[in-house]
């Protein structure tokens, strides 16, 4: 089993060409997929932090290994599927920088009600205080949207556009299968807007990342982002502008009646 970008492979021997130790200190083990008709197959890189480990992972997979490929390929016979998301709610998902840009905020609101209480502005205080509301709200819409639209962004920059078919469902979840250009398989869980090629609903357009194989968009109608920007545009900017009437403002005020 290899954890790596979301998704859980599992490489049996039989796909296997080769492994061996890299990196720093040979704590490292890249894992060489047998290719289709000579070609080179996808290689994977298994990080760790003990040599003597490593070197045993190595000695036992070779001296496990077929001295030839399957005739599709090693990739062909890797299982991939998406690792489990409990482990992002610890934390809520979020990274380190966005978890202290939280924190931040957090002293800042309280900083300014104890502000406005302790000048005497009562009113002021219950309106920072009701003024959290737009503000949360507003930035539930715009600040996964804005991930979202990063993440198309760099994609496309390094993309290459393939064809993904259906390959599995669970439960509500749909899952679709793409290859990439080196023979490596990947799965995405489309986009509800993406349209099937052709009309077929099995079939779908991605841009995966050349330097990230395994992370993907779907290509989307310029109608459906067009709108989605429009959207995001004026109820998460109509939030934010009564966050900063009922927050920011309140200070602006008291400054200025100072």
Same mark, same amino acid.
């Given at each position: 089993?290899?954890?790596?970008?979301? *998704?859980?492979?599992?490489?049996?021997? $039989?796909?296997? $060409? $080769?492994?061996?130790?890299?990196?720093?200190?040979?704590?490292?083990?890249?894992?060489?997929?047998?290719?289709?008709?000579?070609? /080179?197959?996808?290689?994977?890189? *298994?990080?760790? @932090?003990?040599?003597?480990?490593?070197?045993?992972?190595?000695?036992?997979?070779?001296?496990?290994?077929?001295?030839?490929?399957?005739?599709?390929?090693?990739?062909?016979?890797?299982?991939?599927?998406?690792?489990?998301?409990?482990?992002?709610?610890?934390?809520?998902?979020?990274?380190? @920088?966005?978890?202290?840009?939280g924190i931040a905020l957090l002293h800042v609101y309280v900083g300014g009600f104890a502000l406005l209480a302790w000048a005497g502005e009562p009113q002021q205080a219950a309106l920072w205080l009701l003024g959290v509301a737009p503000a949360l709200f507003?930035?539930?819409?715009?600040?996964?949207?804005?991930?979202?639209?990063?993440?198309?962004?760099?994609?496309?920059?390094?993309?290459?556009?393939?064809?993904?078919?259906?390959?599995?469902?669970?439960?509500? @979840?749909?899952?679709?299968?793409?290859?990439?250009?080196?023979?490596?398989?990947?799965?995405? $869980?489309?986009?509800?807007?993406?349209?099937?090629?052709?009309?077929? /609903?099995?079939?779908?357009?991605?841009?995966?990342?050349?330097?990230? /194989?395994? @992370?993907?968009?779907?290509?989307?109608?310029?109608?459906?982002?067009?709108?989605?920007?429009?959207?995001?545009?004026?109820?998460?900017?109509?939030?934010?502008?009564?966050?900063?009437?009922?927050?920011?403002?309140?200070?602006?005020?008291l400054v200025l009646g100072t």
């Open positions: 089993m290899l954890d790596q970008k979301g *998704l859980r492979r599992r490489i049996p021997v $039989e796909a296997i $060409e $080769e492994t061996r130790v890299v990196g720093r200190g040979q704590r490292s083990v890249e894992i060489a997929l047998w290719g289709v008709d000579g070609a /080179p197959g996808p290689v994977f890189t *298994l990080q760790g @932090r003990d040599a003597a480990q490593a070197a045993r992972l190595v000695a036992a997979a070779n001296g496990a290994r077929s001295r030839s490929g399957p005739p599709q390929g090693g990739a062909a016979l890797v299982e991939e599927r998406p690792t489990s998301t409990s482990g992002r709610k610890k934390g809520l998902g979020l990274t380190r @920088r966005e978890r202290a840009a507003g930035l539930f819409i715009v600040v996964p949207s804005l991930r979202w639209a990063w993440k198309r962004r760099t994609v496309r920059r390094h993309g290459v556009t393939v064809v993904a078919v259906f390959a599995r469902r669970e439960g509500k @979840r749909t899952f679709f299968r793409y290859t990439d250009l080196d023979g490596g398989t990947h799965e995405i $869980e489309p986009d509800y807007a993406a349209r099937g090629i052709g009309g077929d /609903p099995k079939r779908i357009e991605v841009v995966y990342d050349r330097q990230q /194989p395994g @992370r993907a968009i779907c290509s989307l109608a310029a109608s459906t982002l067009l709108w989605r920007t429009a959207g995001v545009t004026l109820a998460g900017g109509l939030l934010l502008s009564l966050a900063f009437i009922l927050m920011p403002l309140q200070l602006i005020f």
